[in-house]
């Protein structure tokens, strides 16, 4: 199956795109897009349907209206993902929806499922998860070996744009009681340098490390002994929550509704619910690696049942019975190619673990005699990482 997915940012395109992929799908990156290119890329790649996530650069008021059309005019199947929701159903995921107009919606969550339902846009709960290949064990990096870390962006604007929200609890409980005490945490992340005053006390420059890449995470979370999960909701899980059990690292969370519906405490992490208690599980566990080593062990378990292979399988099969698409195509099985659409789409490709000539030839549009011309082939003989050319014009 071949699946469009609009997207220009780097999380976005390493973890559910990657989970389509992993189902067998061939899945091409739009990039930034205009009018042009994406009509470009719906005649050249022909996909079976188009999704985009979130709130990102490619969901400007013009940009919705270039897919809309686009989708519309070639009858391409859109769906959306709600990721924003709830705190932006009504002014940013309703607005979207309504000028996009997909054919299925996915939201985080439940609670808003049937708000999609009453606009007549068939709705479904899909809730976040990790990628595998991005968000995995590795082995301890020096640079990230502390006691305690945190990876998230501080937001400080957002505290005070809503003095109510959740986010404000999981800071007192987690970070607050640490920071009065005096005992370090290791930030990764934006703005953590402008909390300040939100906090009452200056937190030590050498403890602030700024911007970590997405795909550069999983070292803090196999590398640091305790890492800090803030929530956003009550009944809700944040994104970071899958990727630092999927990384077997060792997590000290709020105690949620969210967090006990899907993980055990004691056994897959750890949680808190006061500030009196983070001090007392931060103790206890720095004192005791054999059980934190076990939990990690256990939580990395737990944690597989929400791989982004999953996520993209079930809307893969809500769209079938929704019968948006017919079935499932014969070529799904082992992995399918990840292609980002740019300067050099149908120019060159990067070849693939299980790729074949023939292939690359469907997914392109191609022959596999042009191939074999282009490239200097005398057999359909291809190996990983080789470089291809997909035109003659190509110095």
């Given at each position: 199956m071949r699946i469009l997915y609009l997207d220009s940012s780097e999380i976005w395109s390493n973890n559910l795109a990657r989970g389509f992929q992993a189902n067998g799908h061939d899945v091409l990156i739009s990039g930034p897009i205009n009018e042009e290119n994406l009509l470009n890329m719906i005649e050249s790649f022909n996909p079976d349907f188009a999704i985009t996530v979130g709130w990102g650069a490619e969901h400007t008021i013009e940009k919705q209206e270039i897919i809309r059309k686009s989708m519309e005019t070639r009858k391409i199947p859109l769906v959306y993902w709600a990721v924003e929701d709830p705190a932006y159903t009504n002014n940013w995921s309703?607005?979207?929806?309504s000028k996009i107009k997909p054919d299925l919606v996915f939201t985080i969550c439940p609670n808003t499922v049937h708000t999609y339902r009453r606009l007549g846009f068939p709705a479904y709960h899909l809730d976040f998860g990790y990628e595998e290949t991005v968000h995995q064990p590795t082995t301890s990096c020096s640079e990230y070996e502390?006691?305690?870390a945190i990876v998230a962006n501080a937001y400080p604007d957002k505290l005070s744009e809503y003095p109510n929200h959740y986010r404000h609890r999981s800071l007192d409980i987690l970070i607050r009681p640490l920071l009065n005490e005096h005992i370090r945490i290791d930030f990764w992340g934006d703005e953590w340098n402008r909390m300040n005053d939100y906090f009452g006390l200056e937190i030590p420059k050498e403890w602030i490390h700024g911007f970590i890449n997405y795909k550069d995470a999983n070292k803090v979370y196999s590398s640091s002994k305790i890492i800090l999960g803030l929530q956003n909701y009550p009944d809700l899980l944040t994104q970071r929550t899958y990727e630092i059990l999927g990384s077997k690292g060792f997590l000290l969370t709020l105690d949620t509704p969210g967090v006990r519906e899907n993980f055990k405490?004691?056994?897959d992490l750890v949680i808190s619910s006061s500030p009196q208690e983070t001090i007392q599980r931060i103790k206890y566990y720095l004192n005791h690696p054999d059980e934190r080593l076990e939990i990690q062990r256990q939580g990395s378990k737990a944690v597989q049942a929400h791989t982004y292979k999953s996520r993209a399988n079930q809307i893969i099969e809500r769209l079938i019975k929704n019968g948006i698409i017919k079935s499932r195509l014969s070529n799904t099985v082992g992995l399918g190619n990840l292609i980002h659409y740019g300067e050099n789409h149908n120019k060159t490709y990067q070849v693939q673990k299980g790729d074949t000539l023939y292939k690359i030839s469907k997914t392109f549009n191609v022959s596999i005699e042009d191939l074999k011309a282009?490239?200097?082939l005398t057999s359909d003989l291809i190996?990983?990482?080789?470089?291809?050319?997909?035109?003659?014009?190509i110095n």
């Open positions: 309703i607005p979207l929806v502390v006691d305690i405490p004691g056994k282009f490239n200097g190996f990983v990482d080789q470089i291809l050319k997909l035109s003659k014009d």
